[in-house]
């Protein structure tokens, strides 16, 4: 059986537009000869819909768009992830997470998730009733079993699960030739390899191949990298699909196994999170109809970063660094970030905030009258620098993109209204650590980003001399410890243990990691990156007293 | 049986603290004569207690604090709600949400919550397991059944439900004197009778008196009301704890009813949404230890009833209104603004944006040569206001609180940074409507907010002339579409019948409702007194095509 895996792109409940694509996939499917199609997870309405499901219109047009694409199988079977009602006896609706089998302008049937993943950025029980089981379907008197995403990951204990049943033991019972799965497993580091690992246990399981079917592309805070593939019944990957962008991989799979693509190596680098954080920034435009960012470029590594990945994203002519120096600018500062914007041939652009800086100052002296210096200076800076950035994007069309990190985040290092503004948080689940390891990934070839620039001490620049030492613990402990609790919910005996240092330190970082949850929850969306980002995968209350 | 009701205000995570608000309503029942305790829904972490579940640290916490609490109930029985974990022969750790019943120093039984919330605010789910079923214990020779708030409300259709089963009609089955309930059911206007209802039905239903017991007090956006009540087996409610506070209520319940208040008269009306404003506010700010607020006060009716809000919430001399004219500013602003100060005597100063603004403008004024003003200069002006109100809170320990309503947030007509900014947004669930129906109220008696700022047609005052009207639809119709399209899930169809109106009137707004999801996600925390307030309960795309 010749089948196409159609790894594609979708927008959020952009019906239409997502129904051309499944079209288009259909006809380049018919076109290689394909007996079968088959997509991924919710690909009609674009993974995750969140609470659009629960618009009642919005499923009658889900199920319009289902009759299209019925009416456009003539010949060839089609495997679709979408959402579907089902109405119960005492007039209610419940909504399943479906894959519908279609053949030849036949509906055949519905299979429906079983697992239902609740836990970090999934919602899922939100919106969807469990499945019963795994169906087994055919074609061309060829048995397969079809699976969606999670079904599969509840197996093998690659990830820890709650559920209380195992749908793949029970398929276990059943005869079949391979396994399909339909996923919109998002992109983090380390995944793929995660990936593969739970899915070549269960095709050793179950001693047959298995065929997924991934999305690709950034929604929101989510990225997808694609990567659909074929495992044989060993576990090993055969086949692969293209990261991050969409592709067509045709694969035969019974009686033998064949396919289009060569196993594409998918190394775990610096070159794929970068790729990650460009299609995510592309794709948070491109999917809105934007076409031009602005951010603040200070002379420092984080905006550095941010310059190079908005510049691939969107071409160097849609991108506007602005450099706004004041009193506590360096000299190497400025002298950098021209250099850097000239090395990307960005739009640049300098304003002095000093007279404004002045202006509040002036206003506030009467009122701040015996009071020290303080942080309030420093913020009113970062807030001016932020309001100029909203002027331009305000009067030219500019999109703000934010230029602060995951560890500046975790400690509220940073100005709300400031520093923190802007439409999305690029970096905002990069580590510093991660962040010089892109900067000097970048440089690999030559010098893009100022050496300068990477070696010099990490400052805000909003006070005389200042040194993000002088109120952050050193870096790499602080993100060690930022891995260790958030991703790992280690304990602080174990970390204490680990990085030897203090429990004091650990504990005064945990606590103000919580103390800025207020911050946080107004922060802009950020590329998710690690299995657990500051938003709406980690959600701690403001107001509590347990840290 | 003689059951003290205790209904308290517990702080999230504050094991320790809530234990002792727990041990003294112990040492209450016992000095009252009470043979029973009974406590709401998770009073020992706090409802909603979030992420905090799933650090195992926490929950060896609330275990340690549940041995405390055991070895305090010498000759008295407890019923007492808090997550407990279980460990599977896999070693792995589920949790529940459960009641503990306890006697005389002995743990004696949980019973877990059936019906796990998943929808709007709640996400059960996603730390729970379902129990079983509705357990039957008894105490002195007398039997009771066992419920955790939703575990109710799904018997009776006063709430839409997709629960496939119903552990009240298994209760049935069962003999037992009276029904217990433990609650953490959050306030929305209307609620109250809905409460009732539900459980008036339930008791019908069983023939016997229902006692429940809920949580009281602000928790980030959530509101719990308390009125924890009896009900007989006619579903007549016999006893009622108050309002907003804490409350004892002391009940007989078996072999006869009797009570030690009144029927307290449960009225739905400006009263009970000024005090819901009120409470949320205090708790925000206690629970923080924080004091002291600042705000923006305009002369506009939504700054004049959240001066009124947050002083009584925190006290007159804790509460700065910072009058910040521009050369927009009318007369009337200035002089209806600090009239207001007066009347409520909050400490009010003046600032003019004037120096900024312009230092703002001459800045910019090359760069915008030949560009047309429009809203950029305007938010300009909200965000130096901003940025001054953030100095004074940075300089002197204010809190920042937004002034927008729920309107201006759905259509986004504010300005990001600007107006939006500030810890809590008293407002943000609250329509232009239902601002001008509190203001009226508080005026019942005396003229506290001046006539003419309820009587002014609504303007931002950001350019000549301006009024709200310009831009938005008559806020009547707004607001009835508002929430016919959010809190009601109504049909385009539905609204332009109703409201007399074209379908292009309501797809515009609707539009810019989805259009705004990215100002909306950078905006405070909202004090929830409807069934949809935009927050943690509504979760929409940004990126999408839907709308």
Known sequence: MRILIAQLNPIIGDLKGNTQLILQAIAQGRAMQADLVLFSELILTGYPPEDLVLNASFMRAVEEQLQEIIQATADIAVIIGLPRRAFLKNQRT?????????????????????????????????????????????????????????????????????????????????????????????????????????????????????????????????????????????????????????????????????????????????????????????????????????????????????????????????????????????????????????????????????????????????????????????????RIRATLLMAMANKFGYVVVCTGNKSELALGYSTLYGDMAGGLALLGDITKQQVYGLARWINRKKEIIPLYIIERSPSAELRDNQKDSDTLPDYSLLDSILVAYLEENRSMEWMADQFDCSKDVIQDIIKRIHANEYKRRQAPPVLRVSEKAFGVGRRHPIVQRWV
């Not at 941010?306 to 071409?315: D, S, T």
């Open 94 to 382: 419940v909504l399943f997470n479906s894959a519908a089998f279609i053949h030849d302008q036949q509906f055949l049937d519905y299979s429906d998730k079983i697992l239902l993943p609740t836990y970090d950025v999934f919602d899922e029980k939100r919106y969807f009733q469990e499945g019963e089981k795994a169906k087994v379907w055919s074609l061309h008197g060829v048995r397969f079993a079809v699976t969606i995403c999670e079904d599969i990951w509840q197996h093998t204990g690659v990830q820890a699960c709650t559920y209380t049943h195992n749908p793949i033991e029970k398929l276990k019972q059943q005869a079949f030739s391979f396994v399909l799965n339909l996923s919109a497993s998002p992109y983090s580091v380390g995944k793929f390899a995660k990936r593969v690992e739970a899915f070549a246990n269960v095709s050793r399981f179950l001693e047959t191949p298995i065929v997924m079917c991934n999305q690709v592309g950034g929604n929101d805070s989510l990225l997808f990298d694609g990567r659909s593939f074929l495992l044989d019944s060993q576990g090993n990957i055969r086949a692969c699909a293209k990261a991050f962008v969409e592709d067509d991989l045709i694969i035969e799979i019974e009686p033998f196994i064949s396919f289009s693509h060569a196993v594409i190596e998918q190394k775990e680098d610096w070159s794929s999170l970068y790729q990650a954080l460009v299609m995510g920034t592309r794709d948070y435009f491109r999917k809105q109809g934007l076409k031009k960012a602005c951010f603040g470029l200070s002379g420092g590594i984080d905006s550095a970063l941010v310059a190079c990945i908005v510049k691939e994203a969107l071409g160097a002519e849609q991108v506007l660094a602005l450099y706004m120096p004041s009193r506590y600018s360096s000299i190497e500062s400025s002298r950098d970030a021209l250099q850097l914007a000239q090395n990307l041939e960005i739009i640049f652009q300098q304003i002095s905030i000093e007279s404004i800086f002045e202006s509040y100052l002036s206003l506030l002296k009467p009122i701040f009258a015996n009071t020290k210096e303080d942080v309030t200076e420093e913020n009113i800076q970062a």
